[in-house]
């Protein structure tokens, strides 16, 4: 999976995911690190291996990691983490190997990584992996800043999901 390693290594991602870890030391909450983003895309790739869903392995894997890359600029700035993560993301999949994937693919991780935070029964495929994934991915049911935290209590995840 090279284009994943490009991305990975890719100085835009670099920066922001080393601004990203440095905000969200010694967060109580959720955070946002290779963690979490590695439970996403495995969640993810499980599930469209489980709905015959037929979409590449790096497609996914490059949706989960660019997800919440733009989330210090929202804790810095009040920017929506979505938007900032596919402004940063369009420029690091335009950046890397052209043969890494088709302009499709990369609408299409656009899209996931935009839609990723809401429901909407219009989904794509690869937008529904991602939203669904992201919040199975939280063990809000073993949490423990559970009381603290803000989130909805129907975006929590208070079952283990297999």
């Known amino acids: 999976m090279k284009a994943i390693e490009e991305i990975r290594n890719h100085p835009l991602y670099v920066e922001y995911y080393q601004k990203l870890e440095q905000e969200e030391k010694g967060r109580i909450f959720c955070c946002h690190q290779m963690g979490h983003l590695l439970d996403v895309a495995r969640i993810a790739y499980i599930k469209n291996l489980e709905q015959k869903l037929d979409i590449r392995k790096e497609v996914i894997y490059a949706a989960a990691l660019l997800h919440d890359i733009g989330k210090y600029r929202q804790y810095a700035n009040g920017i929506p983490h979505e938007k900032a993560s596919a402004e940063i993301a369009e420029v690091i999949l335009s950046e890397i190997a052209e043969d890494a994937f088709s ?11 935009l839609g990723h935070r809401r429901f909407r029964e219009d989904m794509e495929a690869l937008e529904r992996l991602i939203y669904t994934s992201d919040k199975q991915s939280r063990n809000c049911f073993d949490c423990k800043a559970q009381k603290e935290c803000d989130w909805d209590a129907d975006k929590k995840n208070f079952h283990l999901c297999v």
């Open 103 to 113: 302009e499709t693919e990369k609408a299409s991780i656009l899209r996931a990584i």
